[in-house]
């Protein structure tokens, strides 16, 4: 077998399949410490690290992870086709948040005309929530799976080899040492919403099994 015949054959077998079932998890009274255990074990074992795990407001988000290539046929596990290709043309990542939420749980519809309230400061009653590590109420699981692609502003990319690509200089503008500088090259274009329904999927595969007594 040729190289591209086996990074054809890798491309066609190698991706994972679309899981099905709703887009978020319920969770049962008193099974939240469980389920909020799971989403850890999950977001870990899909190659994520947690870097908040907050039980009281049920959020988990993890640092990002950078998504395969081509040239990086391991890491194809949890990527589709398309997504295979696309991070081969660009350098992606993606990032996990996991949120614990009571059942039918609606956002508030933000009015154009109503008053701007203005940041919530210490002790103000807008900051408080129901602590979720004490409720007996279900609760839903929600995860978000953020798609983020590097972007380097002035990039001018050479049509032969990147080995001449140049970077632009806007000479209409001075160049202020002191002025804050936005360091981040990453922007969120999309969610991977496959792999949010893996996960919702793998965790309750995980509370479905009885623990020993």
Known sequence: ????????????TGCAATPEG???AQIAPLTYANAFDAACV??????????????????IET??????SLVEPWEWEDMTLS???EASLNFERRRLRFEFVPANFQEGAAHPDAPIAGPSIAGSAR???TDLARTQEALELRVVVSVERRFQPGTQRNAWTRSITSTMTDVTQKDDGMAARDASRWTAFERDERLELQLLRAIEAQLS?????
């Open 1 to 12: 077998m040729t190289a591209s015949s086996a990074i054809t054959f890798a491309l066609f």
């Open 63 to 68: 640092a990002p992870a950078f998504m395969g």
């Open 127 to 129: 900051l408080q929530s």
């Open 83 to 85: 997504q295979v290709g």
């Open 22 to 24: 709703p887009s978020v």
């Open 42 to 59: 999950a977001a870990k074992d899909a190659g994520f690290r947690v870097v908040t795990a907050d039980r009281q407001t049920g959020v």
């Open 209 to 213: 099994v009885p623990t020993a007594s």
